[in-house]
């Protein structure tokens, strides 16, 4: 399965983007998804996970409330919608999938599939 984020960019504090990453090469629908980001000068960490179906969603304690993971499996996309932008949100957004149901969502281990990334910069 090859990985494709976009939809990052320059926004103020206080505003909204939606990430997309579009899925090709594999069967989408049978995986789990994830959003990692990486901000500079530190480690890759846990934003959001969501199940094969979309039932179940789970987010990192500094995003709740604040962004919605989602996906269309029709269009082999999940999605990322962040709102109210802080800067510390800043760092570049990957999307993630995992042939297996992960038993620590938050663990990058638990993936096999990385995406490029995209560049989300909050600026106050």
């Known amino acids: 399965v090859q990985l494709q984020a976009y939809g990052g960019g320059l926004v103020q504090v206080g505003g909204s983007l939606r990430l997309s990453c579009a899925a090709s090469?594999?069967?989408?629908?049978?995986?789990?998804m994830g959003w990692f980001r990486q901000a500079p000068g530190k480690e890759r960490e846990f934003v959001a996970h969501?199940?094969?179906?979309?039932?179940?969603?789970y987010y990192a304690d500094a995003v709740k409330s604040r962004f919605t993971i989602s996906r269309d499996n029709a269009k082999n996309t999940v999605y990322l919608r962040m709102n109210d932008l802080k800067p510390e949100d800043t760092g570049v957004y990957y999307c993630?999938?995992?042939?297996?149901?992960?038993?620590?969502?938050?663990?990058?281990?638990?993936?096999?599939?990385w995406g490029r990334g995209t560049q989300v910069t909050v600026s106050s």
């Open positions: 969501i199940s094969r179906g979309g039932t179940n969603t």
């Open positions: 090469g594999g069967t989408f629908r049978t995986h789990w």
């Open positions: 993630a999938g995992a042939r297996k149901d992960p038993r620590l969502v938050w663990d990058t281990y638990e993936y096999d599939y």
